[in-house]
């Protein structure tokens, strides 16, 4: 899977999120984050492996799952989504129509739901709760206990807020 946005949406901490659920879970992993130097602002996008087999290289050229938060990321990453593949985008911020007929394409307005839902920031844990829902990738409690292992002690008030955002986002 990529997740990929402007630095400063949390891009980063989502696919964090989601590795960490694959280790608890057993699987063979990797999160290979980039990021442009200017960070906050710039284009920041991960890959994440999750694989019952070894994983021969971090890099991903066509993911299964592509996690968009704004339309550079879009049009950067779009053509390569594997057919069949499956796009979870943040339609507040992008409105452009996919022309691809092969792929799964699921709209989901994360930013305006943080926004609405008193949890500004955490547009890309709603996205993270819809991939969790279209996936499966593990269990409620692994994916809880990845967010607890996740977030740093100084910002634990942010676990109960990034609950309410997975959550909301499994309901999309």
């Known amino acids: 899977m990529v997740f990929a946005g402007f630095g400063g949406q ?40 999750i694989s019952d087999e070894p994983i021969g290289s971090p890099l991903i050229t066509a993911p299964n799952y592509l996690i968009a938060m704004n339309l550079p990321s879009l049009e950067r990453f779009i053509d390569g989504v594997e057919p069949g593949g499956t796009v979870i985008l ?21 930013s305006r739901l943080a926004e609405e839902n008193g949890l500004t920031g955490l547009s890309n844990m709603i996205l993270v ?30 676990l109960e807020l990034n609950r309410r955002a997975v959550a909301l986002g499994a309901r999309q």
């Open 129 to 158: 709760g819809k991939l969790f829902h279209e996936l499966g990738f593990c269990t409620d409690e692994v994916l809880d206990e990845a967010m607890q292992k996740c977030i740093p002690q100084r910002k634990a008030a942010m």
């Open 10 to 49: 949390g891009v980063l901490f989502a696919g964090k999120v989601a590795a960490y659920a694959g280790l608890i879970e057993g699987k063979e992993i990797s999160w290979l984050p980039s990021y442009g130097p200017e960070m906050r602002g710039g284009t920041a996008n991960c890959s994440v492996c």
């Open 90 to 110: 943040d339609s507040s911020l992008i409105d452009r129509e996919i022309a691809r007929g092969d792929i799964t394409v699921h709209r989901v307005p994360s």
